[in-house]
């Protein structure tokens, strides 16, 4: 059953929820037919939000135990470094072709020895084989580009009711950022900072093996790679790669200065008593709800000025190691 979630639902809006299209475009109205057979209505008028009472900290901190979810080791990449370890976490709702090519990768060892060759500042750290020589073993050559997707019913979509300019809509499908196009019927994840994806050459379907992570966020390379998964825990790690010079489009000249991948694999693979027993907040859940809200309005004494807005990418999506039984008392 397809479960929508808006801004902690329609009932929280005082503003009128009828549809008008007096004035609307013929683009605009189809996109308020997309979301009206969606079960999201347009607000007509101005959106009226209720102040919230906690600040996001507190809400996160308030957050019930139900409410976290547990990595799956199986969806779960491992990536260690020099600084340290890294963790991604893979969709298990989009993207599938890369998702099994990245899985044969690991699965062979593939990027073991490998290094972060091209690193930008403010922009991607990329990885993999400099040379493309490597062979790819049991992996495919090339990959179909998995850009978007058709969206499907049974995605439960949590919605920010904001205003955006990539997509019509966005929000999270199980703890990742997405957009959507409502006139198409399509979703893609996005360009938030940690986003891992797959590089390619011009040609559309030319993704193989090179993956890169994100600096900061890069919304405008949405629908143009694929993004199948995002870094949840030591992301300062990967802040801590040496950079390239621009003027070498980030290629690291001296060799000596790579970062080596010292390993990667899927967490399955790691014995358990190495892993890191993370938790992610349930997307769906009432808690997340109530951050999306802390964070459009900020309600701590600090702040003056309060915009009734939030940027997809700068509503991070809290990440925690799973309390001990001490902790909880």
């Not at 290094?115 to 084989?129: L, S, W």
């Not at 919304?219 to 143009?224: E, G, H, I, Q, T």
């Amino acid at each position: 059953m397809k479960k929508t979630i808006t801004l902690l639902g329609l009932s929280l809006f005082a503003a009128a929820c009828a549809t008008s299209y007096e004035g609307q475009s013929p683009e605009k109205k189809a996109i308020v037919d997309a979301m009206i057979a969606d079960g999201v209505q347009e607000k007509v008028g101005r959106r009226m939000r209720p102040m919230p009472t906690r600040g996001p900290g507190q809400v996160v901190a308030e957050a019930l135990p139900e409410e976290w979810m547990s990595l799956d080791p199986e969806n779960t990449i491992y990536l260690d470094l020099p600084q340290g370890r890294v963790v991604i976490a893979l969709t298990q709702d989009l993207a599938p072709g890369h998702i099994e090519q990245i899985k044969t990768l690991l699965d062979e060892n593939y990027y073991e020895g490998l290094h972060f060759y091209r690193v930008i500042e403010g922009f991607v750290a990329q990885g993999g084989d400099e040379s493309g020589e490597k062979p790819k073993g049991s992996a495919a050559e090339t990959l179909p580009a998995e850009f978007d997707e058709a969206w499907r019913q049974e995605l439960p979509f949590t919605w920010l009711d904001v205003e955006d300019g990539y997509a019509d809509r966005v929000g999270f499908v199980n703890g990742f950022p997405v957009g959507r196009d409502m006139r198409n019927g399509k979703t893609w994840l996005a360009h938030c900072t940690g986003a891992f994806a797959f590089g390619r050459e011009n040609a559309r379907d030319s993704a193989s093996t090179e993956f890169y992570i994100t600096l900061q966020p890069q919304r405008y390379l949405d629908r143009n790679l694929t993004v199948f998964g995002r870094v949840v825990w030591g992301m300062e790690h990967v802040q801590a790669i040496t950079r390239g010079k621009p003027n070498n489009g980030g290629v690291i000249e001296d060799k000596a200065r790579w970062t080596e991948i010292t390993a990667m694999k899927l967490a399955k693979d790691v014995p358990a008593d190495e892993r890191l027993d993370l938790q992610m907040l349930n997307t769906n859940s009432e808690s997340f709800a109530d951050l999306m809200l802390a964070r459009l309005n900020r309600p701590e004494e600090f702040f003056y000025f309060r915009p009734n807005h939030v940027d997809l990418c700068q509503l991070p999506l809290p990440v925690r190691l799973k309390p001990s039984a001490d902790d909880a008392e």
